[in-house]
């Protein structure tokens, strides 16, 4: 019933940012690591809503394809 | 021409875990805390290429309704 899962495994430029994150993190002062850390979940918390967000308004549309429209 | 943008606000059970993850963070190793710092990146982007996959998947059947069904 469900449409196929999209592919997410990491793009060489996705993986080659994570690399350099690795080095970088290790000179961000204790606080600020902290502080950053909390913000990164923040985000991906955030980033999780709109997605099922998104995925909730194709599933609608795919019910109804004119329910976009007429609102 | 872009359907409205789902809300991606935190609910409250979010807001309380990241304040419960503001408190524990505190009381992890350095070396875990970097390590689990690139775990939650690593995370984000896997989850953001998913949800980009589902936007244009979405988008695709949008264009062409049968797509899914005929694939």
Redo the contacts between chains.
């Keep these: 019933m469900l449409?196929k899962?999209?592919?997410?495994?990491?793009?060489f430029e996705?993986q080659f940012?994570?690399q350099k994150?690795?080095q970088l993190?290790?000179d961000i002062p204790?606080p600020e690591?902290?502080n950053?850390?909390?913000q990164?979940?923040?985000?991906?918390?955030?980033?999780?809503?709109?997605?099922?967000?998104?995925?909730?308004?194709?599933l609608i549309?795919?019910a109804d394809?004119n329910s976009?429209n007429t609102t």
Excluded at 5 to 11: E, Q
Excluded at 40 to 46: F, Q, S
Aim: glycine share 2%.
């Design positions: 449409p899962l999209p592919d997410f495994s990491l793009s996705q940012d994570l994150y690795q993190v290790k204790r690591l902290e950053l850390f909390i990164v979940i923040r985000l991906k918390m955030a980033q999780e809503n709109l997605a099922k967000g998104v995925i909730k308004d194709c549309q795919q394809p976009f």
